[in-house]
């Protein structure tokens, strides 16, 4: 089992590694979802990561609020995602939705030629997609060569728990075609019970491995 830690700076990313975390998804601004870090924060990051032979998965998001991108703000994007490659980042987290709640296919491909080389995975934009549309949204994504899909499965307003049947729907669904990664409520407390109920390779959360602090 892949544990994917989620860590908000650079301060917990010895801590979670020293704790068993196998993967760092890297984002600033926890509290509005997660954002972009700063060019410090991912350059040391990256750097001490790779001495752990760790991965590093860089957030890439230009703001909090909705993931409806205007032009600009998708080339910031690009931009981001070019420079992160630069730096060694293993990988990057985006994701990018229209005014219909589905995914903003256009924006996506230019991340996506921007990211080529790189793991990419689909953040909980996936979980504002209209949810007879999800299924559809899981085939665009594997289709596009993404590598997985951040998702809790339901309103956030809903625990993990409450959302497991779905998410053994979306694992069953993507089957081998692309990773279903759950989130947002598993802990190293419930953990093990939640990956006894459904069929997943890699888990993802803040405590995932415990706190950091």
């Known amino acids: 089992m892949l544990k994917e830690v989620c860590v908000e700076n650079f301060t917990f990313v010895p801590v979670a590694i020293e704790k068993g975390g196998h993967r760092i998804e890297l984002c600033d601004n926890l509290f509005v979802g997660g954002t972009t870090v700063s060019h410090g924060v991912a350059a040391k990051t990256i750097t001490y990561c790779h001495s752990k032979n760790t991965k590093v998965m860089t957030m890439v998001r230009p703001r909090g609020g909705n993931f409806i991108y205007t032009k600009e703000e998708i080339e910031i994007m690009q931009n981001d995602i070019t420079h992160f490659k630069q730096l060694g980042t293993d990988g990057v987290v985006i994701g990018c939705l229209n005014d219909s709640d589905w995914i903003d296919e256009e924006a996506m491909l230019k991340l996506l030629e921007s990211a080529k080389g790189l793991d990419v995975t689909f953040h909980m934009a996936f979980d504002q997609i209209i949810s007879e549309y999800q299924f559809d949204a899981i085939n665009w994504l594997a289709k596009h060569q993404v590598n997985r899909i951040l998702t809790h499965g339901g309103p956030s307003s809903k625990s993990i728990e409450e959302n497991l049947s779905r998410l053994k729907e979306f694992v069953d669904y993507a089957a081998d075609r692309i990773i279903i990664l759950p989130g947002g409520g598993i802990t190293d407390m419930n953990l093990n019970?939640?990956?006894?109920?459904?069929?997943?390779?890699?888990?993802h959360g803040t405590k995932i491995v415990g706190e950091l602090c």
């Open 193 to 203: 019970t939640i990956a006894s109920m459904i069929n997943i390779s890699e888990v």
